[in-house]
């Protein structure tokens, strides 16, 4: 006859690890990297707030008081310095250079991305890339002397044109890097079925490729646009005359043979950084996440 063996005690249940959450996984909090994170925001934010106070400090107020104190007396008087200078002419000549580079610049990008991509055989084409590589790899400061001769030899100098040239050829390269790796990322099947349909290459690459990579081309202009408005080396070099400077160089109105206006400088670069923020504001996700596009293969 069978016999039941007493039924085995069931194991006693231990207690979840500290920091254990109900699915298992753990939650370890890093702080470390959480302090270093704050001590590096501390590090960026210092800066920018003291340019912000010194901005509505006065001469005389911004030598006898702490740096990084408050002002005793707010005052506007350095930001209508800045205004009765002359600014609006610089600030309208920054958005013809930036605009006359950014807009050539990114269409002769994305047009070349796409033929480096579709011509992918072509030997020619992997030449060009290559060539876009490397321009990758040449700062503006390591040949500023030849674009200076050679602005020279166009009879360009001390002309807007001038800025905006070598702009467009140092805005390229970076540009058909990113438009090129989220090009590649579009399915085949889709360039098959456009020219099954008929669709020439021309018209494949407006109807198909352009609203694709839609986010990629707004990554590449408010990028080209971020580089080429806060430009200093280019106008500094290529131009002369007051009435061909950009915002960067509204900078050296406050400077004098012996001294410098430190609020009405602060007061202007606060006044020049405004557009960068908004416009890094409005398309922040974009510029980031086209960025990242295609670097993940």
């Known amino acids: 006859m069978a016999t039941i063996s007493p039924e085995a005690p069931a194991p006693a249940s231990t207690p979840a690890p500290a920091g254990k959450r109900a699915g298992g996984l753990l939650t370890r909090y890093n702080w470390a990297g959480g302090g270093l994170g704050w001590a590096w925001l501390f590090v960026v934010m210092l800066p920018i707030y003291w340019i912000v106070i010194t901005s509505f400090k006065t001469q005389d107020n911004y030598f006898i008081t702490n740096p990084l104190a408050p002002p005793d007396d707010f005052t506007f008087a350095n930001y209508r310095t800045v205004i009765e200078s002359d600014v609006a002419r610089y600030f309208i000549n920054s958005v013809i250079v930036t605009t006359g580079a950014v807009i050539p610049a990114v269409a002769v990008s994305f047009m070349a991305a796409y033929a480096i991509v579709r011509g992918a055989g072509s030997r020619l084409l992997q030449g060009m890339?290559?060539?876009?590589?490397?321009?990758?790899?040449?700062?503006?400061?390591?040949?500023?002397?030849?674009?200076?001769?050679?602005?020279?030899?166009?009879?360009?100098?001390?002309?807007?044109?001038?800025?905006?040239?070598?702009?467009?050829?140092?805005?390229?390269?970076?540009?058909?890097?990113?438009?090129?790796?989220?090009?590649?990322?579009?399915?085949?099947?889709?360039?098959?079925?456009?020219?099954?349909?008929?669709?020439?290459?021309?018209?494949?690459?407006?109807?198909?490729?352009?609203?694709?990579?839609?986010?990629?081309?707004?990554?590449?202009?408010?990028?080209?646009?971020?580089?080429?408005?806060?430009?200093?080396?280019?106008?500094?070099?290529?131009?002369?005359?007051?009435?061909?400077?950009?915002?960067?160089?509204?900078?050296?109105?406050?400077?004098?043979?012996?001294?410098?206006?430190v609020p009405a400088i602060a007061a202007s670069i606060t006044l020049t950084t405004l557009p960068i923020i908004i416009l890094y504001a409005v398309g922040r996700r974009q510029l980031l996440s086209g960025l990242t596009a295609g670097f993940g293969k």
């Open 129 to 261: 890339n290559a060539i876009f590589l490397m321009g990758l790899a040449i700062p503006l400061q390591a040949v500023i002397i030849p674009v200076y001769l050679i602005i020279i030899r166009l009879q360009m100098y001390d002309t807007l044109a001038a800025i905006i040239l070598p702009s467009i050829a140092f805005a390229i390269p970076l540009s058909v890097l990113v438009l090129a790796n989220f090009i590649r990322d579009v399915p085949k099947e889709l360039f098959e079925s456009m020219r099954m349909d008929g669709a020439t290459e021309w018209g494949t690459l407006w109807r198909l490729a352009f609203p694709l990579t839609r986010p990629a081309l707004v990554t590449v202009t408010i990028y080209n646009a971020l580089g080429i408005w806060n430009g200093f080396l280019l106008p500094l070099v290529l131009t002369q005359s007051p009435e061909q400077r950009t915002i960067p160089l509204a900078l050296w109105d406050f400077q004098g043979q012996f001294q410098v206006d």
